[in-house]
């Protein structure tokens, strides 16, 4: 892993020296490291933590430590993140807090950035934050300013400095790790990653800064993606009158690139991020404007119905955004338009046909939705065979005008009767067809002349009965063998849409589990301190319970509100296996 520069080269490191080290100790140490340098007498010892790497010490190492120990701004810092004492114990206890806390993050160095590596991280950097947040440590640096020789000592205002900042810099690698992760891919570790720095925010603002740093790639890739999505069609949209047959194709084109592009970068988004991460709302702010403007297309190409769920839809997905805002006035403006083509439906350019030959031909049945207002109807296009409606062909909105006549307001959607009665009508078709073929080829059917010696009558006749047994039964076989399979595979279909439609839930529920993982693993080792006798922080304790129990809920919701469709994957694995059984049974091999 990543060990940043204030660790690698540190100047007490290379000189060898412990952090509370004066002026005149810095300076002996450099003698002494120079001659043992030109000797090339210099080992490695346990002391220089060989964890952190090769410890640079040719001359111009030696005389760059030496300057940066000069300097007052790079003296604390290093003196910061090194060890107050490297064999004998720290002069005061906020030394001693200081030091455990810089081998817990060192030793966080030799871990990947698997679960339990983060956890590691995280209970190293609360650590460090604990250390750090110590006004006796810091005054002892004060001390060690004046009494240890150097000048200028480091102003106050240096110090605060680098207290706040003390946490950010230790986390470095820890954040570098994240961003290796999101370039390799690695959805989960950078989600486990975010989860901890949510968890740590009350360590200061560098946990938000580092989340934004994380996010903001992924994020900047949405809104670009966003972006061309929406400049895709654009220039396709022919904004005139009459221009709606034209401009449905491009319309239909952009909302199929946002269900195939934009929805699923979008959820795996949300899965990476915090939903009350500002990065996570922004990319729902711009798909749901993104939407609304597909939205806005569709009016174009005539169709208020469409336009007017899409909206609803952006609006829903605007919600807590400055952006639901912007999408709520035109969703307003949109209804009335909507609810007027739901009623008198699309336009129609000609009447359809309404003459009957003999009770053949094509006329209007039904009367349903009245309009009160219009005075008008919806009445359905058949086709009728001796005066009996075969197959629906349209649904119309009409005014009757008298004498069988009618004036044509729009077309509108079959209904689910009309739907039926269309599917009804094909069957039966299809079965009249079928039959017909049947009867032709049976009534044609040759047969083979009798033979002219060699058998009685009695034993043709017997010899041609067991032929017809063996061939029926054999047709019974493939028969049920054919309506077995066709069971079989309507229930794996059935099966395979209940999965995809629980994909997006499974992958929540997974995600909730890693998150709650290490909470669990973190409340486990706090609740075994506090009965060694450690001291615990019980408003950390009781902030990671809470939120604990919340995804627990969030858990719990998920899989009772999608409970049937969990009961309904196991009935129907249960029938799978039966049938497969008498599949099995009846001879049919499995591939």
């Known amino acids: 892993m990543f060990v940043p520069d204030h660790l690698k080269n540190n100047s007490f490191r290379i000189l060898r020296l412990p952090a509370d080290a004066n002026l005149a100790a810095v300076h002996k140490a450099a003698g002494e490291m120079r001659r043992a340098a030109l000797l090339d007498a210099v080992n490695t010892i346990e002391a220089d933590l060989p964890e952190l790497g090769d410890v640079p010490r040719?001359?111009?190492?030696?005389?760059?430590?030496?300057?940066?120990?000069?300097?007052?701004v790079s003296r604390i810092a290093d003196r910061l993140f090194w060890l107050n004492s490297l064999s004998q114990t720290p002069a005061n206890l906020s030394q001693s807090t200081h030091d455990a806390a810089l081998h817990m993050v060192i030793e966080a160095f030799a871990d990947q950035l698997t679960e339990d590596g983060i956890w590691r991280w995280a209970k190293a950097l609360r650590a460090w934050y604990v250390a750090i947040k110590d006004d006796e440590y810091w005054l002892s640096?004060?001390?060690?300013?004046?009494?240890?020789?150097?000048?200028?000592?480091?102003?106050?205002?240096e110090m605060e400095d680098l207290r706040s900042?003390?946490?950010?810099?230790?986390?470095q690698p820890f954040i570098a790790g994240a961003r290796d992760a999101l370039l390799r891919g690695d959805n989960t570790v950078v989600r486990m990653v975010m989860f901890t720095l949510?968890?740590?925010?009350?360590?200061?603002?560098?946990?938000?800064?580092?989340?934004?740093?994380?996010?903001s790639a992924p994020v900047e890739r949405f809104k670009r993606l966003c972006e061309e999505v929406g400049k895709d069609v654009e220039q396709k949209i022919i904004r005139e009158p009459n221009a709606g047959k034209q401009n449905m194709e491009p319309c239909r084109a952009q909302l199929a690139r946002f269900r195939a592009d934009i929805e699923p970068e979008l959820i795996r988004l949300n899965q990476l991020l915090p939903s009350a991460y500002e990065g996570a709302q922004d990319s729902r702010e711009v798909a749901a404007l993104l939407l609304s403007t597909i939205a806005c297309n569709f009016t174009?190409?005539?169709?208020?119905?469409?336009?007017?769920?899409?909206?609803?839809?952006a609006l829903k997905l605007a919600q807590d955004t400055l952006g639901a805002i912007r999408i709520q006035a035109p969703l307003e403006n949109i209804r009335k338009s909507a609810q007027q083509q739901r009623v008198f439906g699309k336009p129609i350019k000609s009447t359809p046909p309404l003459t009957t030959y003999n009770g053949i031909g094509f006329t209007l049945y039904g009367c349903t939705d009245l309009d009160p207002e219009t005075k008008s109807y919806t009445a359905t296009h058949y086709f009728t065979f001796f005066f009996i409606p075969i197959f629906p062909i349209a649904r119309y909105r009409v005014i009757e005008a008298g004498s069988r006549s009618w004036r044509f307001l729009g077309k509108v959607p079959l209904s689910r009767n009309n739907r039926w009665h269309l599917g009804i009508s094909l069957a039966a078709v299809c079965l009249a067809v079928i039959w017909m073929i049947s009867s032709s080829d049976s009534n044609s059917?040759?047969?083979?002349?009798?033979?002219?010696?060699?058998?009685?009558?009695?034993?043709?006749?017997?010899?041609?009965?067991?032929?017809?047994?063996?061939?029926?039964?054999s047709t019974g076989s493939d028969s049920s063998l054919a309506k077995l399979r066709q069971r079989i595979e309507a229930g794996r279909a059935q099966m395979k849409e209940i999965e995809t439609r629980l994909q997006p839930v499974m992958d929540e529920i997974s995600s909730i589990d890693a998150q709650m993982k290490p909470i669990k693993s973190e409340l486990d080792s706090l609740k075994?301190?506090?009965?060694e006798g450690i001291?615990?922080?019980?408003?950390?304790?009781?902030?990671?319970?809470?939120?604990?129990?919340?995804?627990?809920?969030?858990?719990?919701?998920?899989?009772?509100?999608?409970?049937?469709?969990?009961d309904a994957i196991d009935s129907l694995s249960k029938e799978d296996e039966s049938m497969m059984s008498q599949w099995q049974a009846l001879g049919g091999k499995v591939q």
């Open 58 to 72: 040719s001359e111009t190492d030696i005389r760059s430590a030496v300057g940066r120990l000069e300097n007052p």
């Open 141 to 157: 640096m004060s001390e060690l300013e004046i009494e240890g020789g150097y000048e200028p000592p480091a102003y106050p205002s």
């Open 165 to 171: 900042k003390a946490v950010e810099l230790a986390a």
């Open 198 to 215: 949510e968890q740590m925010s009350d360590t200061g603002s560098w946990a938000s800064d580092a989340q934004r740093e994380i996010a």
């Open 300 to 313: 174009w190409a005539d169709d208020f119905i469409e336009s007017e769920k899409l909206y609803e839809e």
């Open 445 to 473: 059917r040759s047969y083979r002349p009798a033979p002219s010696s060699g058998f009685t009558e009695a034993s043709a006749t017997s010899g041609t009965a067991a032929a017809d047994s063996l061939s029926s039964a």
């Open 528 to 531: 075994r301190e506090d009965s």
């Open 535 to 566: 001291a615990v922080d019980t408003n950390h304790y009781n902030s990671l319970v809470e939120t604990y129990n919340s995804l627990l809920r969030r858990k719990r919701s998920l899989i009772a509100t999608n409970q049937a469709d969990f």
